[in-house]
């Protein structure tokens, strides 16, 4: 996990000519770690800090009628705001694209970045929507029956991806 | 969790889920754009047999931060004014498919009634029935308390509130009494004994009916409006005496601990119960209380209404 973490910290960089216009925000829960592990990595090879937050979606899902309500998490926006920035999104997992998309319309509510990007650890396909993704820590291929857990050390005591077979 | 009737249907841990819920709102509120998507769609109905300015305003702005749609119907104006029944009136709401109804009425019990009954499917919300509870402006005025005083906890262990006036009319009171004491506060009810209710010496509270003695000991005062619509007798020789023994002005603004803070549910009857200077002292809370008031009750739209109907929501 960690070399991929450091592969999109070295793409994110070229991509974006250094830190400098970058923020970083990450959908809690996991997506909020990995956007910690991301700007330390980044701050690690460039030396300098860079802008990072969490983004919480709850209250743009379109899921919300399906299920009983969902506690909402914080969401901290950096310093510098959102406005002009190359705001990088960050998600453990990419799957049907609806949590992107209610990200976008989250994140358009606080601001209008210069350019919107998608990070995540792992895209396991299946999308429902018109979402791709700029960084990629792998492509997991799965069947709608399978579940991926990822595991952060912060939260789970270790750094793990499973794959488990689920019923459908 | 339903309906939100009284204090007494709540668990600390939901009462506190609220409270959390606000807290993340409110940075909604202070935003650029404040308005969400969350609610689109859902038609909120505020029913006010009885007047209100704030609690119907608050409950208004908060459904429509949230993208409800929001009908208000207020008695006066209104068939009840010709005498229909709520049993008619809820009827005629659930035949318009109203999802929540936030119901203020002046007979205690009103909310449960129309909860309990099959005349609608939608959430109930108390606003306010007579003199037994108003929950969101007790959900309001803890949350108040906790942005206030607070650093570090949830709940509000170790906080000392003094409650002071009108007991014995307070639905406020009531509300605040079960919540403020099931978050870990401790209260303090100081009104003469004639405002004081029958039964209050088994409620979860100290009682006093010196002011003085008590005001430079506690964290919060929070004063009560003298209720004149529902006295029908005499409670006390005269409102300068009243003043006098349990207002709160410049004097006793003094005596308070320097962190202390004022609080008022509001409407007040400045020069009655509290001082004007009082009212507008740097210690006075009273205005971010209108603005919780608004996100508090966004979340409690949220927690209710957001999710499932159907499944059987459980907070």
Known sequence: ?168 | MRHLLSIADLSSTQAIQILDTAEELSRVSDGPMKKLPTLRGRTIVNLFAEDSTRTRISFEAAAKRLSADVINFSAKGSSVSKGESLKDTAQTLQAMGADAVIIRHSASGAAQRLADSQWMTGSVINAGDGTHEHPSQALLDAFTIRKNLVHGANDLTGIHVAIVGDIIHSRVARSNVLLLTKLGAHVTLVAPPTLLPTGVESWPVAISYDFDSVIENVDVVMMLRIQLERMSELFFPNAREYSHYFGLNRDRLKMMKPTAIVMHPGPMNRGLEITADSADSARSVILQQVTNGVTVRMAILYLLLAGSLELGVHL
């Open chain 1, 1 to 168: 996990m960690d070399r991929a973490i450091t592969r999109i910290s070295h793409e994110i960089l070229e991509r974006n000519s250094g830190s400098d216009s970058i923020t970083l925000l990450g959908i809690p829960t996991r997506g909020a770690h990995l956007a910690t592990r991301l700007a330390m990595k980044i701050e690690a090879i460039e030396g300098n800090p860079v802008q990072y937050g969490t983004l919480d979606i709850t209250l743009h899902r379109d899921d919300l009628r399906m299920r009983p309500p969902r506690a909402l998490m914080p969401t901290t926006i950096p310093t510098l705001g959102v406005e002009n920035r190359n705001v990088i999104l960050v998600d453990d997992v990419l799957f049907s694209g609806r949590t992107i998309r209610a990200a976008l319309d989250a994140l358009g509510e606080i601001g209008r970045p210069a350019s919107v990007q998608l990070a995540v650890l792992i895209d396991r396909g299946h999308r429902q929507l018109p979402i791709r993704a700029d960084y990629v820590g792998k492509n997991l291929p799965t069947s709608l029956a399978q579940i991926i857990k990822v595991q952060f050390t912060e939260l789970d005591g270790l750094d793990a991806v499973t794959l488990e077979e689920g019923a459908l």
